[in-house]
């Protein structure tokens, strides 16, 4: 009998201890593993951790900022979460409520930031934010005249923009004015404050053949060619006689590629494939290493600079962007003789990096003709001062 409650009492505390090194392995890994600072599962920036100070505020508002912050960044978090995905989609048939939108024909569509919310029109931009926003453009606009350089800012649409015959029908029932909506409403009546909206040119051109994947959230290269002839056509008018013929074939071959990112953050297995359009060209453009002086400027490794040189062309162009402008980079480095790349818009870090003395620096440094500012529509509040605050659902 003592063996045996000997032998019990054992049992229990290896279940104890083992139950306690797997709860704890969360804590340990986020605390030795690597910081990040972004979700490629979940494609969002994560909660930064919080001043250990009150700064006028609470105990209980620090100690839900600290709890956020640890939801956010506990170990294993991403393989949990995208195990979660792929077993309610192979048990349900279905994508995980609010990340992605399984739609009609096989397209799959992203559903985080606000984005749903916003296509149905329950993510308005408030008065003051439209305000600021216009603010923002126009003051870097001004600033950048003031030196002689150019300015154009670009948004990319989101997919639901353009192929929303493909969302399921209750989406497409309930559509909205979108903040693109609003913003480019306001912002175009004013040439100081005026965007480019490539939705039209889009749609224009949507046709039978697909200008976005299927399975990921950006388009395709045929979609980024489109986007990038209306981008040239603007630029042509801001340099006349300038020389900016370049000569592409771009969907004539199509091929087979992995699946896009939103297979991964849906959890699903069926879909393993994207067929995507080819380019042909003859391609003189050649990436060339950063000077010193700007790689000491964009030291931050997301910003993931790249310059390109194109033999018999002229301009200079700084192309601040996002992952859309990856697709599109081929075309503009056949087309402008200097571009300097710079991811602007990986997250949230990224983007505050740009103050004005960066700014300035890079641009004393580089010396552009042309400031090309890429952005994605769901990514619009982005552009917003800290102050503005961001776009509220409406309730």
């Known amino acids: 009998m003592g063996r045996e409650r000997i032998i019990n009492a054992v049992t229990d505390w290896l279940v104890i201890a083992l139950f306690g090194a797997l709860i704890s392995v969360p804590l340990i890994l986020a605390l030795t593993g690597p910081g990040r600072e972004y979700s490629r599962v979940e494609k969002r920036s994560l909660a930064p951790f919080p001043e250990l100070r009150l700064n006028g505020g609470t105990i209980r508002e620090l100690t839900r900022a600290i709890d956020h912050y640890y939801q956010d960044h506990f170990g294993l978090r991403e393989l949990l979460i995208h195990r979660y995905q792929r077993e309610v989609s192979k048990r349900f048939g279905g994508s995980t409520a609010g990340e992605v939108v399984a739609g009609e024909d096989g397209w799959l569509f992203f559903a985080g930031e606000q984005v749903v919310d916003d296509f149905v029109g329950r993510a308005p931009f408030r008065p003051d934010q439209l305000k600021a926003l216009a603010t923002v453009i126009r003051e870097s606009r001004a600033r950048l005249a003031e030196k002689g350089i150019r300015f154009l800012m670009v948004v990319a649409p989101n997919k639901q923009s353009i192929y929303p015959e493909y969302l399921p029908e209750h989406y497409r029932q309930a559509r909205g004015p979108t903040r693109l909506?609003?913003?480019?409403?306001?912002?175009?009546?004013?040439?100081?404050?005026?965007?480019?909206?490539?939705?039209?040119?889009?749609?224009?051109?949507k046709g039978e053949r697909r200008l976005y994947d299927k399975t990921d959230t950006h388009w395709n290269q045929l979609g980024a060619y489109c986007g990038y002839r209306e981008m040239a056509r603007v630029i042509a008018d801001y340099f006349p006689g300038e020389d900016l013929d370049a000569h592409f074939s771009v969907g004539a071959l199509w091929r087979q590629d992995p699946a896009g990112d939103l297979v991964p953050l849906s959890g699903r297995t069926d879909i393993l494939w994207e067929t995507r359009p080819e380019v042909l060209t003859w391609q003189r453009a050649k990436k060339k290493e950063l000077s010193p002086a700007l790689r000491a400027l964009l030291l931050p490794e997301e910003l993931a600079p790249e310059f390109t040189v194109r033999p018999g062309k002229r301009l200079r162009v700084l192309v601040l962007h996002d992952s859309f402008m990856i697709p599109m980079k081929l075309f503009l480095s056949e087309t402008f003789g200097e571009v300097l790349?710079?991811?602007?818009?990986?997250?949230?870090?990224?983007?505050?990096?740009?103050?004005?003395?960066?700014?300035?620096?890079?641009?004393?440094?580089?010396?552009?003709?042309?400031?090309?500012?890429?952005?994605?529509?769901?990514?619009?509040?982005?552009l917003l001062p800290e102050s503005a605050g961001q776009a509220d659902p409406s309730p």
């Open 181 to 205: 909506d609003q913003a480019v409403a306001l912002l175009n009546r004013d040439p100081a404050t005026a965007v480019l909206d490539l939705r039209p040119v889009l749609l224009r051109n």
């Open 341 to 382: 790349y710079i991811r602007k818009y990986y997250d949230r870090k990224t983007a505050d990096f740009y103050n004005r003395e960066v700014m300035a620096g890079l641009l004393a440094e580089y010396e552009p003709d042309l400031v090309l500012e890429q952005i994605v529509e769901r990514h619009l509040d982005w």
